[in-house]
Protein backbone atom coordinates (compact mmCIF):
# COMPACT_ATOMS: atom_id res chain seq x y z
CA UNK A 1 0.00 0.00 0.00
CA UNK A 2 1.81 3.42 -0.74
CA UNK A 3 2.28 5.88 2.03
CA UNK A 4 0.64 8.73 0.20
CA UNK A 5 -1.68 8.86 -3.01
CA UNK A 6 -0.74 9.47 -6.19
CA UNK A 7 -3.30 11.05 -8.30
CA UNK A 8 -3.90 10.98 -11.58
CA UNK A 9 -5.72 13.72 -13.37
CA UNK A 10 -7.48 12.15 -16.97
CA UNK A 11 -10.54 15.07 -17.25
CA UNK A 12 -12.44 14.66 -14.77
CA UNK A 13 -11.09 11.78 -13.38
CA UNK A 14 -8.99 11.68 -10.13
CA UNK A 15 -7.62 8.63 -9.36
CA UNK A 16 -5.65 7.31 -6.71
CA UNK A 17 -3.06 4.59 -7.50
CA UNK A 18 -3.88 1.42 -5.74
CA UNK A 19 -6.27 -1.08 -5.69
CA UNK A 20 -9.03 1.29 -6.37
CA UNK A 21 -12.85 2.16 -7.14
CA UNK A 22 -14.95 4.38 -9.73
CA UNK A 23 -17.81 6.58 -9.94
CA UNK A 24 -18.73 7.09 -13.86
CA UNK A 25 -21.25 8.80 -15.84
CA UNK A 26 -20.36 7.20 -19.31
CA UNK A 27 -17.76 4.88 -20.49
CA UNK A 28 -15.76 7.79 -21.71
CA UNK A 29 -12.14 7.80 -20.09
CA UNK A 30 -12.63 11.53 -19.17
CA UNK A 31 -16.11 10.22 -17.42
CA UNK A 32 -14.72 8.22 -15.16
CA UNK A 33 -13.43 9.53 -11.32
CA UNK A 34 -11.31 6.68 -9.25
CA UNK A 35 -10.07 7.09 -5.80
CA UNK A 36 -8.19 4.38 -3.72
CA UNK A 37 -10.38 1.84 -2.58
CA UNK A 38 -10.11 2.28 0.86
CA UNK A 39 -10.99 5.99 0.93
CA UNK A 40 -14.06 4.94 -1.08
CA UNK A 41 -15.21 2.84 1.52
CA UNK A 42 -14.76 5.61 3.93
CA UNK A 43 -16.99 7.58 1.69
CA UNK A 44 -19.67 5.21 1.14
CA UNK A 45 -19.90 4.70 5.03
CA UNK A 46 -20.27 8.64 5.28
CA UNK A 47 -22.98 8.43 2.96
CA UNK A 48 -24.82 5.52 3.86
CA UNK A 49 -24.82 7.54 7.37
CA UNK A 50 -27.24 9.55 5.74
CA UNK A 51 -29.40 7.19 3.96
CA UNK A 52 -30.94 5.21 6.13
CA UNK A 53 -34.53 6.52 5.33
CA UNK A 54 -33.51 5.23 1.21
CA UNK A 55 -33.14 1.61 0.68
CA UNK A 56 -32.72 1.92 -2.72
CA UNK A 57 -29.85 4.29 -2.44
CA UNK A 58 -28.16 2.36 0.37
CA UNK A 59 -28.81 -1.18 -1.58
CA UNK A 60 -26.69 0.68 -4.53
CA UNK A 61 -24.10 2.37 -2.45
CA UNK A 62 -23.46 -1.02 -0.31
CA UNK A 63 -22.97 -2.85 -3.67
CA UNK A 64 -20.49 -0.31 -4.89
CA UNK A 65 -18.11 -1.24 -2.37
CA UNK A 66 -18.28 -5.19 -3.68
CA UNK A 67 -18.22 -4.00 -7.45
CA UNK A 68 -15.78 -1.26 -6.55
CA UNK A 69 -17.52 1.83 -7.99
CA UNK A 70 -20.95 2.74 -9.37
CA UNK A 71 -21.58 3.12 -12.75
CA UNK A 72 -24.39 6.21 -12.62
CA UNK A 73 -25.15 5.47 -16.61
CA UNK A 74 -25.72 1.92 -16.54
CA UNK A 75 -28.04 2.86 -12.69
CA UNK A 76 -29.70 5.92 -15.25
CA UNK A 77 -30.84 2.84 -17.51
CA UNK A 78 -32.19 0.29 -15.27
CA UNK A 79 -33.92 2.79 -13.06
CA UNK A 80 -33.32 6.89 -13.48
CA UNK A 81 -35.09 7.65 -10.50
CA UNK A 82 -33.14 5.56 -8.55
CA UNK A 83 -30.64 6.47 -9.97
CA UNK A 84 -30.88 10.22 -9.82
CA UNK A 85 -31.33 9.63 -5.92
CA UNK A 86 -27.98 7.75 -5.79
CA UNK A 87 -26.01 10.66 -7.72
CA UNK A 88 -27.64 13.45 -5.40
CA UNK A 89 -26.63 11.10 -2.48
CA UNK A 90 -23.20 10.99 -4.09
CA UNK A 91 -23.09 14.85 -4.71
CA UNK A 92 -24.25 16.09 -1.76
CA UNK A 93 -21.64 13.95 0.26
CA UNK A 94 -18.61 15.02 -2.15
CA UNK A 95 -19.64 18.75 -1.83
CA UNK A 96 -19.28 18.32 2.10
CA UNK A 97 -16.12 16.30 1.66
CA UNK A 98 -14.84 18.51 -0.69
CA UNK A 99 -15.68 21.35 1.77
CA UNK A 100 -13.46 19.93 4.50
CA UNK A 101 -16.26 18.90 6.86
CA UNK A 102 -15.19 15.32 7.29
CA UNK A 103 -12.21 14.38 8.61
CA UNK A 104 -10.21 11.39 6.74
CA UNK A 105 -9.69 8.26 8.49
CA UNK A 106 -8.33 4.88 7.90
CA UNK A 107 -9.78 1.61 8.75
CA UNK A 108 -8.59 1.88 12.04
CA UNK A 109 -10.28 4.80 12.69
CA UNK A 110 -6.96 6.58 12.47
CA UNK A 111 -6.83 10.13 10.84
CA UNK A 112 -5.33 10.89 8.08
CA UNK A 113 -3.96 13.95 7.87
CA UNK A 114 -1.13 13.59 5.06
CA UNK A 115 -4.26 12.59 3.12
CA UNK A 116 -6.47 14.89 3.62
CA UNK A 117 -6.27 17.95 1.05
CA UNK A 118 -6.10 15.62 -1.58
CA UNK A 119 -8.64 13.92 -0.63
CA UNK A 120 -10.59 16.52 -0.33
CA UNK A 121 -9.60 17.87 -4.03
CA UNK A 122 -10.12 14.41 -5.28
CA UNK A 123 -14.10 14.76 -3.68
CA UNK A 124 -14.13 18.68 -5.55
CA UNK A 125 -13.19 17.23 -9.05
CA UNK A 126 -15.80 14.41 -8.26
CA UNK A 127 -18.41 17.27 -7.53
CA UNK A 128 -16.59 18.62 -11.15
CA UNK A 129 -17.55 15.62 -13.02
CA UNK A 130 -21.60 15.08 -11.26
CA UNK A 131 -22.63 18.72 -10.70
CA UNK A 132 -23.86 19.24 -14.25
CA UNK A 133 -25.88 16.04 -13.77
CA UNK A 134 -28.07 17.31 -10.85
CA UNK A 135 -31.69 17.94 -11.05
CA UNK A 136 -31.46 19.68 -7.21
Known amino acids: MLSRPDVVR ?3 SVG ?3 MSCTISISD ?5 WMIQNSIYAW ?8 SEHDEAVSYHLEMSEYT ?14 VA ?8 IMAREVAAGRHELVDEEGERRIDM ?8 ADLVELLAPLSVV
Open 43 to 50: FVDLALER
Open 10 to 12: LGH
Open 68 to 81: NGVSLDKLFEEDAE
Open 84 to 91: QRVLERIL
Open 116 to 123: QEQCNKAF
Open 16 to 18: ILA
Open 28 to 32: RRKDV
